[in-house]
């Protein structure tokens, strides 16, 4: 038993149908402050469809979500990013016509100035200098003046992190984050995560075992909607189930 | 950071100074405008149209969503301004900004009823809910003339610090608006430079980002929505002490019609756009509507060409040309 305060985010039996069809049946898996935690499994095994229930873009069908022993399964969306819970998509997600820099400090402004009306942006200097230096810790210090669109694949990638970041989370949620990455790019980004996780906890979906197997302290392995395994990389790698799993699906 | 300016033309320097002081530029060009225009009557009312068409562009340019139904707002602060005027003998200052809280709170309940759609629903549903307040008006013949409009919006003289003018001296009438004008100008551009104007522009390049940072954005939506119709509800407060006489037009569906076809002329999203918009739509009409009585037909032609060729209206693509990058 880990005691509660341990559990920084925690779902107690979430399922979630769409339609007929069910796409996460039962998940019960309690996250560990501070750990660094992924969640893999094959296609099709709700990986997607858990990672949106966690970070509240949609609510479970059945269930619990627990953030520090806060019930968040009927918050809305974004309640979540206010209780300290930040995002990036496994789709490349800015605002393309924004500067780098203004990407930020919107994500930064988030926390406590939604409803200034009547002051200019520019009388918070504070904001301008916390997002370069969120861009400069991400690698994107040089470009924080070009527009998001004009940014190259990784480049953006790196920029939601740093969006992300902006609301000084308690817990991060990254949605494959190499998603469409060149081999030289997702080094860099495997860096940038195991800087960032150890700082903060950290969650990540990961379709690619290989990649997390090194980097991560816990593995939640989902499949069919449910969960087939939890522990250790050491467990998980000796665990038959999951080993019956990637390799069915490897065989064919 | 050492960043050498490339050599920029005269046309980029000169837009670079309008892009920067925009208020002052388009003061500056409104104090001037009715030199430039036939009569003083066509530029008051580019003034006024220019201003509804400003208001529209807060919800179409700036927070990406595109209302059906402006014409509710325009016509509830015509409305009011003469109601105010005509029946309870409110003074031209209070009717004004009688008409202008009536366009809001209408703006609030269309707003509270539509931002719970998206895109070609959030259209159909504005522009349902304008239809509704046009019939609304219709029916309340008493107050508001039906479908004669409301006559008798008569100002002979205004009283502004002590001193009489004459409201029907149309040079008097136009400055005495374009005071008006002004003043919405140097406000639109404060909330545009504002943190709210930066979580608008968010809400518009992309909704689901702006929710997982933490913006509730179907409030972010409402407060824009509100904004725009008080706007516009100005807008139409002067309209009604310009023209005299609310027509029932006011409040139709093609008044909103006209007011996308004028951002979308001018340039969404630019803050001059609207009024380059306003100017072109009413001198197009005034010009083509002598020689022939099929003149939408013609300022429909212009319309589509500019949405195939230019789709980022006049401003807009002289700002892509010329402007500061």
């Given at each position: ?96 016509e924004?500067t ?20 200019h942006?520019r ?130 | 950071?050492?960043?050498?300016d490339?050599?920029q033309s005269t046309a980029r320097r000169w837009l670079g100074h309008v892009a920067r002081h925009r208020v002052a530029a388009t003061l500056g060009f ?24 400003l208001?529209?562009n807060?919800?179409?340019g700036y ?122 100008i140097w406000?639109f551009s404060r909330?545009l430079a504002?943190?709210?104007g930066?979580?608008?522009e ?64 001018g340039g969404?999203g630019t803050f001059f756009g609207p009024f380059v ?35 980022r209206g006049i401003w807009g693509s002289l700002l892509d040309r010329f402007g500061p990058r």
């Open positions: 038993m880990t005691a509660a305060s341990d559990v920084i985010l925690a779902t107690e039996g979430v399922g979630k149908n769409f339609g007929g069809f069910q796409a996460l049946r039962d998940v019960s898996v309690e996250f560990r402050r501070g750990k660094l935690t992924a969640i893999i499994g094959p296609n099709g095994a709700g990986k997607s469809t858990y990672f949106n229930v966690l970070s509240g873009a949609f609510p479970p069908s059945t269930g619990r979500i627990l953030f520090e022993g806060r019930d968040l399964s009927r918050a809305r969306p974004h309640s979540f990013a206010r209780a300290g819970i930040a995002k990036s998509f496994q789709i490349t997600n800015v605002f393309p924004l780098a820099q203004e990407n930020v400090r919107v994500a930064i402004q988030a926390v406590h100035r939604r409803f200034e009306l009547f002051r942006r009388a918070f200097p504070e904001l301008y200098d916390e997002a370069d230096r969120l861009l400069a810790s991400v690698g994107l210090g040089d470009r924080r003046l070009r527009r998001a669109r004009e940014l190259a694949h990784g480049e953006q990638r790196s920029l939601e992190v740093a969006m992300a970041l902006a609301c000084r989370p308690k817990l991060l949620l990254l949605d494959e984050p190499t998603a469409g990455m060149s081999p030289e790019e997702t080094r860099e980004m495997m860096g940038l995560i195991e800087r960032l996780a150890a700082e903060r906890t950290v969650i990540l979906v990961e379709h690619k075992m290989k990649l997390v197997m090194g980097l991560c302290q816990r593995l939640i392995v989902l499949h069919h909607g449910e969960l087939l395994a939890e522990g250790t990389p050491d467990d998980i790698r000796a665990n038959d189930e999951v080993r019956r799993v990637y390799l069915g699906q490897g065989a064919h | 950071m050492t960043v050498l490339p050599p409104l104090v001037l405008f009715p030199l430039i225009v036939p009569y003083e009557a066509l530029a008051a009312n580019i003034l006024v149209l220019g201003l509804y068409a208001g529209f807060l919800l179409f927070t990406g969503l595109l209302s059906f139904g402006h014409a509710a707002f325009l016509g509830s602060g015509a409305y009011g301004c003469g109601i105010a005027l005509v029946h309870f003998g409110v003074g031209w200052f209070g009717a004004i900004l009688i008409g202008t809280a009536l366009a809001t709170l209408v703006a609030a309940v269309i707003g509270f009823l539509a931002i719970r759609t998206r895109g070609i629903y959030f259209a159909m549903v504005t522009l349902a809910l304008s239809m509704c307040v046009y019939y609304a008006f219709y029916q309340m013949e008493p107050l508001t003339g039906g479908e004669n409009g409301l006559r008798g919006v008569n100002l002979q003289t205004i009283g502004v610090f002590g001193f009489q003018l004459s409201f029907l001296n149309p040079t008097v009438k136009y400055y005495v608006l374009l005071a008006f004008v002004g003043v919405a406000l909330l504002s943190p709210f930066a979580v608008l968010a809400v518009r390049e992309n909704e689901n980002r702006a929710r997982a940072c933490g913006y509730d954005v179907a409030a972010t939506k409402l407060v824009a929505f509100v904004i725009s119709g008080a706007f516009c509800g100005l807008a139409g407060a002067l309209n009604a002490l310009h023209l005299s006489i609310v027509p029932i037009e006011t409040l139709h569906y093609t008044t909103s019609g006209q007011v996308v076809m004028m951002a979308l002329l969404m918009g306003a100017a072109t739509f009413l001198l197009l009409q005034d010009v083509l509507s002598v020689l022939t009585q099929h003149w939408q037909l013609y300022v429909g032609i212009v319309f589509i060409l500019f949405v195939l060729f230019f789709p």
